[in-house]
Structure formats: structure tokens, C-alpha cells
């Protein structure tokens, strides 16, 4: 890439930085003009697509190398180097390779499906058997494996069936007497069962939504552009909208872990592509949706099914034909495309690629070519192009020749090179950019003990959400259309690639439906969050609250006055100059009409801090001066208070790290105990470092097994947060699941309480999926029972 920019004559580049959408056609085709007549250009789109120049394709020598040495650790009782080694296997071997007789990629998952019935792993070795079978359905070790793994799951007549067909094709008698016995085995097992009463199951949760009838329609403001309003009136905790993806891509960081379909975590038994070494599927359903059919198996089964009764003929069929379901794929392919080993798909950014399947999919759609002469765009979607900087239209003009030269090696349709087709790249970058959503998984959460609540809660700053992963990147048609607020009133959040949004409060029909793109009100002060939006979403908010004062902005960063029993705020001039800039630009800020009830300075007036009215308050606001209490117009030197603050840190810092290591002496405690009561009287008592320290010391003290002043620390930060948040915000949900932690592990019953509110709390963002998304909230509720 360095190489092609630094090619680029200066005019042309100067052409390219300084250009706006309508000058595309022309910058776009004199770029081409110039890469065509430069042949790095040529030698680099070869690396990248010519599929014999690719790493990324199958490798029968390297499958039966790693195969080999999966072998040696399954003798040497290794299991995890053996399952890593057969599955690297599995994701190089090509589909009709074959090694001694059989089909290479059977004999990989039949020996991985040995490795998983030694790890007890059950589930996962049935699922390998059956992908062995699914290719050589004559394979009798796969059948007996897969008989052995039924019986020790109790599933006994299917284990009967397996050993039955594994008994007729196994050739050698030693193998048949072998089979017999254990079927023997088996049958013993079986007799008892039936004889034994039979055992309840469990429904599995239902997990259908509740469905109000929200009629959603799309509005347009000046400040925003286009965006969503409903209707009608919508309840909270109402999901207000589901889409899939039109295309989706996995990050980067996650291809070894995620599942590159559904974006879920890989199972151990996850399944490679069929035809390239990149994407990892967690199911043949995935690799199928992703991938197409492209390797069609023919498997032999008439070479055994002569020797079947009709019964086994049935289990045969049921066992090793891949389910119409699994292959009807309802969708365009996402990867098809990609999957011939080459390598761009690696290697080119994830937005190149994502724009790759999108582009496609479009030309699929509209069943043609990009020449259409009433095409417009790709997708209706907006974007910024104007507004980046000309480095990045250069970058974006290159990669947008790249990415089509590359795809034109794919013989699946028809693509011109030329300024129009360029144009649409561009753009579709452009807009890939300002309209992608990240989509985002929980982390995975296998110990349910209390302790590790409180401190998978506590990881991370305090009003972050719980760890998350971004897994993956994608341009859902409607959800792009939702603008967004700083303080919003619906939730964005993922299952597999389908996305839900779901209104957490009370939204009056015609009011704007905006989600949180990144901060919100009370994590960060309004500075911080317009530029964090401007940097990373190319726009200046106009979201209600950013346009009006509201307390969290005010007392985030606030200092305490210096008076101690005066409750006044003190600012610093930073957030004070921002304030009254506020008041400037938004006028209307001083009519109260504008004013909704929660966390507006009105209420907080009336609350708080008795400053006599909202008139007051803002000309108070309007004339006093940094340092000065709004109040009782006392000084404080910010200057040595923010000095004297960031040495206060320094114990605090000291006793985080101590938690990361789980080893919190007397000392680093007692520090952080003095360092609070300097804050606690610097701050603002609803200074959001306060609630920090706070959620702090909470986790020290449970640690070290003192849970009166764990929860003493806990309900105090819950107190500034429920200060900074409105009293149904998630972050105060993560809170007061910390807080029932501490309650439980101490036997008190007002744990019952608090798990109800978060049971409310989390219902609003999740609906009945809470319990999904977060299972050790079922795993509190059982906890409560032993109270
Ligand atoms: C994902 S799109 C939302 C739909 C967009 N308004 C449209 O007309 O297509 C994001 C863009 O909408 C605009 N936008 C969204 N929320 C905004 C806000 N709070 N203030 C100003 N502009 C906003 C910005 O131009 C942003 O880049």
C-alpha cells in the first residue's frame, strides 16, 4: 500500500485529497489510468488473488504433518496438543484428499472425535463422528466411536444402531468380535434403563419475545438528517426492532476464537472452510450459510446398505445426510466469493472486505453487473466522504481499485473496473465507515461462584460495561437509520448476527428512537464525549442532552467547596468555559418547558443542591468564575486541589493493582481509606471518581473477607452513580449485582430485593433474553433460595 501511495503523482493525490463526491468519477478513473500503467500495481493484485501465488489455500502435506504429530500427543496422553494439532489439520487437508484409503478429512475428524470422547467432551465427539460419516459413511470406527459416545450420553438405542452398522462394516473379525462385546455392554446398560422409571426433562426455556405492535417510521431533522421515531407509545423493556445483517465480517482479533457466520465463541469441534484455510465455523450450519455448498461429497452408501435391514438403513440415512435445513442457505453467501485460498481477504482491512460483501451481494441481488445506468448507491446509507482527510481519500481511492481488481478473479459474475464502478467502492467504504455497528459479545463467564461476580463486575472502570468483546463488524439497513443520544432512551444489543433494539424507558409516540453510538451521559463529561463522536463518527452531536445542562455533566468532574458543610459545585475552567457555551448556543436552555424531569438541573435544584430556582442557577452559572462555589461564592485554588487529587491517586492506583493480583496488604488498604476522605472532601460529593474508589475499596474489602465494609463502599458508590445515571441504568444494574453478591455471600435476605431490581433493570435492556445473555443472573436467583 505504502508503495502504490507513495507512487502517486502529487496532483493527482492534491486531486484526490481536496475532492468531494461529484469530482469521484474523475478521480477515480485517473487513479485507475495510473495504476494500470505501474506495475507494482499489477505483481501486488497477483499476491493478493492469483489463487497458486496463495497461503491461504489447502495443503495435503502440511494436513498429513499435522496429522502425524496429533498421533504422537493422543499416544502421549496429550489431549489439547493433539485436538489443536487435528483441527489445524482439519483446516488445511483438502476435501478429497486422501490418506491410506480414506478420505483425509474423515480420518481427521474420527481421530479428533477420539480425542473428545477421552476429554469426556461427548457432545463434540458425536458431532465429529457424524462429519466423518457424512463423508465415508462406511467407516467403522467412526460408527463405533460414535456408538461408544451414545452409550456413555445413555443414549442406548442409537448407541445399539451405531455398533450394529459399525459390526456389518468392519472387515476384520478381531474388529467384529470387539464391536460384539461392547455392544453387549451396551445392551446390559439398556435393559436396566427401561427397566428403572422414567427420568423428567426439562423444557428448555422459551425464549420468543414479547411482540408489541410498534410501528416504527423514519423522520428527518435538520441537525441529524434522517432518523427513527415510532408511532406509537412504547412500554419499556418493548423490543422495537430486529434485523440481520445485509453483510457482516469477524474482526481480526477474533478468527481464532469467534465463529466467522454466526460470530458466536467456537466450540473445540469447531469446522473449517471446505475450501480455503481462513474462516472457522462453529457448526456445518455456519460454514454452509457462509460458504455455499461448495464441496459436494458423494458419499458411497450403497456399498453397506445392502447389508442393512431397514431400520439401520434409516439410522444410516439419519446420521450421514446433511439436513435440508443445514443446506438451505437463506441467504447470499457472504464468503463464496472469497474462498478460492487466495489471500486478499486476509489481508485487506476488515472494512475493505466487508465492502467486498456487500458490493456482491448487490450485484447478486439486482442480478447483474455495476453498469446499471439508474444506479445510484449501493445502499441508501449516509456518509462523510467530504469531510476525511485527504490521506484517507487516497488510502480509500486505492484499496477501492484493489479490492475490485481482486474480485474480479472470481468467475461468479460479471465486474468492470472503470470511474463508476470505482465511485461505488468508494462510497460504500465511505459509508461503511459512518454506519457500521460493532457487534459486541459478553465475555464468556463459565465460574458462577459469588466472588467471581463481584469481580467480573468490578473489572474495567466502574460505569464500562461488563467485559466486552467486539467480535465482528456490520451494515444493518434500518439499524443504521437510528441516530444517536447521549442519554438514550432504547438499546442495541446482539444475538448471534441478529441485532434487537429495545426501548429501557417509557418513549412517546413521535419522539425520536436514538441508541448510544459510544459514551454516554454520566461515563464521560459533555467535552470529552462531543470530541470522542467527532473523532470517531466524523459529526458534532446535537443530542437533547448535550444541548441542555444536566447534572451529570455538571458534577462529574466537579470540586467540592470549600466550605465543608456547603453542598455548592466548583468548577474548573475547563468545564465551566463549556458550560457557558452551552448557554450561549442554546438559548432555549433557560426555558424550563425544555426541561424533562430526569437528571435536569431542575430537579436537581429542587434535590440537592438549593440554589433557588433555575433562573438563579443559570445566572449563577453565567457570572461566576473558575474556582468559585456556585453557591456561597467561596475559592478554592483548583490549581493544588487537582494537584493534591492526582497524588491521591497514586495509593488508589496501587491498590487496583493489588486487586488484579489478588493481594491487598493492611497498608495499600489503609492508603486508599486516606486517599478517599481527601477526595471525599476535594470533590464534589457526586464526582464520578468518588464512586469509583469506592467500587474500589467494595472489592477489597470482600476480598479480604470483611463484607459489612464491602457493602458500606458498594451502596456508597451505588449512591453517586444512582446521582449521575437515571435510577434504571444498566451500570447501576452491574452495580447492584456486586452489591447482591456481597449480601448473599453474608446470608442477608435483602439480597432478595436487590435481585429483583436487577432482575427489572436488566429486563429492560435484554426482555427475557436477560437470562441468556447473562446467565449467572438465574444462578443468583437459585442462591437466594438457601437464604
Ligand atoms: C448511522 S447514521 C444515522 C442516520 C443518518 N442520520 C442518515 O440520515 O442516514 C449516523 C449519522 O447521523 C448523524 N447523526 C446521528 N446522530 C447524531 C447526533 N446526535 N447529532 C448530530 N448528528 C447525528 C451524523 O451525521 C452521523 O454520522
Known amino acids: 500500500m505504502e508503495t502504490l501511495k507513495s507512487a502517486v503523482p502529487e496532483t493527482l493525490k492534491r486531486m484526490i485529497g481536496e475532492s468531494t463526491p ?47 504429530k496429533g498421533n504422537q500427543f493422543f499416544l502421549a496422553g496429550d489431549c489439547a496438543n493433539a485436538l489443536a494439532s487435528y483441527s489445524q489439520a482439519l483446516r488445511v487437508a483438502p476435501m ?84 460384539e462385546s461392547e455392544l453387549k455392554t451396551i445392551l446390559d446398560g439398556y435393559n436396566n434403563t427401561i427397566n428403572s ?69 467456537l466450540s473445540a469441534d469447531k469446522v473449517p472452510c471446505t ?24 458419499p458411497k452408501n450403497h456399498d453397506i446398505q445392502e447389508n442393512l435391514s431397514s431400520n439401520l438403513e434409516k439410522h444410516v440415512a439419519k446420521v450421514t445426510l446433511v439436513a435440508d435445513s443445514e ?31 456487500l458490493l456482491v451481494k448487490s450485484i447478486i441481488e439486482r442480478g447483474g453487473s455495476l453498469d446499471n445506468a439508474n444506479f445510484r448507491q449501493i445502499v441508501d446509507l449516509s456518509h462523510h466522504y467530504s469531510t476525511m482527510p485527504p490521506e484517507s481519500k487516497l488510502e480509500l481511492h486505492i484499496y477501492s481499485i484493489v479490492l475490485l481488481s481482486c474480485l474480479r478473479y472470481f468467475k461468479g459474475f460479471e465486474l468492470k473496473i472503470n470511474g463508476f464502478s470505482i465511485e461505488q467502492v468508494v462510497i460504500l467504504v465511505s459509508q461503511i465507515r459512518v454506519n457500521s455497528m460493532t457487534i459486541v459479545r459478553m465475555n464468556s463467564n463459565e465460574d458462577h461462584g459469588l466472588e467471581h461476580q ?54 412517546a409516540a413521535g419522539c425520536p428512537l436514538e441508541l448510544s453510538y459510544g459514551p454516554q451521559v454520566g461515563q464521560w463529561g459533555c467535552k ?114 487537582s494537584a493534591a487529587v492526582s497524588k491521591a491517586w497514586k495509593p488508589i492506583r496501587r491498590l487496583r493493582d493489588a486487586l488484579g493480583s489478588e493481594d491487598v496488604s ?35 474489602f470482600c476480598l479480604a473477607g470483611d463484607t459489612p465494609r464491602a457493602m458500606a463502599h458498594c451502596k456508597a458508590s451505588i449512591e453517586i452513580l444512582e446521582k449521575l445515571y437515571n435510577p434504571n441504568h444498566i451500570v447501576i444494574g452491574y452495580e447492584l449485582v456486586k452489591l447482591a453478591s456481597i449480601q448473599l455471600s453474608s446470608g442477608e435476605s435483602t439480597a432478595v430485593d436487590t435481585i429483583n431490581r436487577v432482575g427489572e433493570i436488566f429486563s429492560r435492556y435484554y426482555g427475557s433474553q436477560a437470562d441468556i445473555i447473562f446467565p449467572y443472573l438465574q444462578f443468583l436467583r437459585r442462591q437466594t433460595q438457601k437464604l
Not at 242 to 260: G, M, S, Y
Not at 334 to 352: D, F, S, Y
Not at 482 to 503: D, G
Not at 676 to 697: F, Q
Open 96 to 179: 478429497d484428499a486422501d490418506d491410506m484409503d480414506k478420505n483425509l478429512v474423515a480420518t481427521l475428524y474420527m481421530n479428533r472425535a477420539s480425542v473428545f470422547h477421552k476429554m469426556n467432551l461427548l457432545a463434540e465427539c458425536l458431532r465429529d463422528c457424524d462429519r466423518a460419516l457424512q463423508i465415508s459413511p462406511s467407516y467403522a470406527k467412526a460408527w463405533y466411536r460414535r456408538g461408544r459416545a451414545n452409550a456413555s450420553l445413555g443414549n442406548y438405542e442409537d448407541a445399539i444402531h451405531d455398533l450394529n452398522v459399525a459390526k456389518i462394516v468392519e472387515s476384520s473379525l478381531s474388529g467384529k468380535r470387539q464391536i
Open 454 to 507: 463481584f469481580r467480573k463486575f468490578s473489572s474495567g472502570a466502574l460505569t464500562s460495561n461488563v467485559e466486552q468483546v467486539k467480535v465482528a463488524q456490520a451494515i444493518y439497513e434500518t439499524g443504521s437509520l437510528f441516530n444517536h443520544s447521549c442519554q438514550p432512551k432504547i438499546h442495541v444489543y446482539f444475538l448471534s448476527r441478529t441485532l434487537f433494539i429495545r426501548a429501557t424507558e417509557f418513549v
Open 528 to 641: 470529552d464525549r462531543i470530541r470522542f463522536l467527532e473523532d470517531e463518527y466524523s459529526f458534532r452531536c446535537h443530542c437533547s442532552v448535550c444541548s441542555e445542562l444536566n447534572l451529570s455533566d455538571l458534577v462529574l468532574n466537579a470540586f467540592h467547596c470549600v466550605k465543608q458543610n456547603c453542598s455548592g459545585i466548583v468548577f474548573d475552567s475547563c468545564v465551566l468555559n463549556h458550560e457557558k457555551q452551552k448557554i450561549k448556543h442554546y438559548p432555549s436552555i433557560a426555558s424550563t418547558s425544555r426541561l424533562e424531569p430526569h437528571l435536569k438541573v431542575d430537579n436537581f435544584i429542587n434535590d440537592a443542591i438549593h440554589y433557588g430556582g433555575q433562573d438563579t442557577f443559570l445566572n449563577s452559572l453565567s457570572s461566576v468564575n473558575p474556582g468559585y462555589c456556585l453557591k456561597c461564592g467561596s475559592y478554592r485554588d483548583i490549581e493544588s486541589s
Open 327 to 357: 443446506r438451505d442457505t437463506k441467504q447470499i453467501p457472504e464468503h463464496k466469493h472469497e474462498c478460492q485460498g487466495v489471500n486478499w481477504p486476509a489481508i485487506l482491512p476488515p472494512e475493505i472486505v466487508l465492502a467486498g460483501r
Open 275 to 298: 475450501s480455503c484455510s481462513i474462516p472457522l465455523y462453529c457448526s456445518k450450519y455456519c460454514q454452509l450459510q457462509a460458504g455455499g455448498v461448495s464441496f459436494q461429497h458423494n
Open 197 to 265: 422409571p422414567a427420568q423428567h426433562t426439562e423444557d428448555t426455556l422459551n425464549i420468543l419475545d414479547e411482540s408489541h405492535q410498534i410501528e416504527l417510521q423514519c423522520v428527518t431533522t435538520p441537525d441529524k438528517g434522517r432518523g427513527m421515531a415510532s408511532k406509537n407509545d412504547i412500554p419499556p423493556a418493548s423490543l422495537i426492532h430486529t434485523e440481520e445483517p445485509f453483510a457482516a465480517i469477524i474482526l481480526k482479533q477474533c478468527r481464532e476464537t469467534h465463529c466467522h457466520y454466526c460470530f458466536n465463541e
Open 666 to 700: 493492611g497498608t495499600t488498604l489503609s492508603d486508599a481509606l486516606k486517599c478517599l476522605d481527601l477526595l471525599r472532601s476535594t470533590l464534589h460529593a457526586y464526582n464520578k471518581s468518588i464512586a469509583e474508589v469506592e467500587d474500589s475499596l467494595a472489592q477489597a
Open 22 to 68: 461529484s469530482d469521484l468519477p474523475l478521480t477515480c478513473s485517473s487513479l485507475l489510468d495510473f495504476l494500470l500503467q505501474f506495475n507494482p500495481f499489477h505483481h501486488m493484485v497477483e499476491d493478493l488473488a492469483e489463487p497458486e501465488r496463495g497461503l491461504c489455500g489447502k495443503n495435503k502435506d502440511e494436513a498429513l504433518k499435522l496429522k502425524k
